[in-house]
């Protein structure tokens, strides 16, 4: 008996420290390398059953955030991180991974996804965010973001996918009534 209590509470410890690897302690989204890795695997996988469905990856780079950090304190851009983060989660479709890739950027990964879908997901992650009221110590938080997408299909790797996702973003990612930027990464 005693056996199988401590048997249940490792496995419960082997749960925890496996989420905790995973996942950004502050948005509890995927962290970095493991939102890269998800998005090798599903490359992997669909070389592997030779289909060339794709996807696409949104950057979504927090203009702001250093700002609010300086300003107001870092509890206050990790609450402003967790809150978009949440606005994202409930802005993609069931399957697609949400993460932190960096201190002011979210990745987005829509697996099968068409550009039409992609340009759906952007839009109501830009309203969403727009929508939401943002407030310290009584003052209005100004929130800006950038979205910016690469659209990939058969084999590639996950830098490059970033790397076009985050270029676009830049490019013209800002602007709230335009489309989202989104190229097509070239055939590997």
Known sequence: ??????????????????????????????????????????????????????????????????????????????????????????????????????TNELGVFLPGATVENAQDVGTRIRRRVADASFATEGAPLSIGIRLGGAVFEGPTDFNHIRQLADEMAFERGGEADEPIPIRRLPAA
């Open 1 to 102: 008996m005693l056996l199988q209590v401590k048997v249940g509470e490792l496995r419960k410890l082997q749960e925890t420290v496996n989420y905790t690897a995973r996942h950004d302690s502050v948005t509890n989204t995927l962290n970095g390398a493991a939102f890269a890795a998800a998005v090798e695997h599903y490359i992997e996988r669909r070389r592997r059953i030779a289909t060339d469905a794709g996807g696409v990856m949104i950057a979504v780079v927090i203009d702001t955030l250093d700002d609010i950090g300086r300003r107001y304190g870092p509890q206050w851009a990790d609450t402003v991180m967790q809150s978009l983060a949440s606005i994202i989660q409930s802005s993609v479709r069931s399957g697609d991974l949400v993460a932190r890739l960096a």
